[in-house]
């Protein structure tokens, strides 16, 4: 199993002082962003099956996009709630 590098750990550690009922939220969203990597992983595995160019593997590459970012969008907002939380701040920029 993959430790975590130390980004992580803090990230961890900082979710953990958290108000329970951020925690949900952090949860989801860490879950939501595994989900599309997984996802994006199973669009490299069909897409090594696919013809180069044909309409299938357009559309296995568009979902794959769209998987990442979206698991790119939730990481930022996953960290900016991390950031809010420890300073403070109420307000949070949502895309």
Do not use: F, W
Not at 18 to 28: A, E, N, V, Y
Not at 53 to 61: E, I, L, T
Not at 72 to 90: V, W
């Amino acid at each position: 199993m993959e430790q975590p590098n130390q980004k992580e750990e803090g990230d961890l550690a900082m979710e953990r002082s958290i108000d329970p009922r951020l925690k949900l939220t952090l949860s989801m969203l860490r879950d939501l962003g595994n989900k599309l990597a997984v996802i994006s992983g199973h669009c490299d595995l069909l897409s090594d099956h696919l013809k180069d160019g044909s309409q299938c593997a357009q559309r296995v590459s568009a979902v794959q996009d769209i998987a990442r970012e979206m698991a790119k969008d939730l990481d930022e907002y996953y960290h900016q709630l991390l950031e809010s939380r420890s300073t403070g701040i109420e307000e949070l920029d949502v895309a």
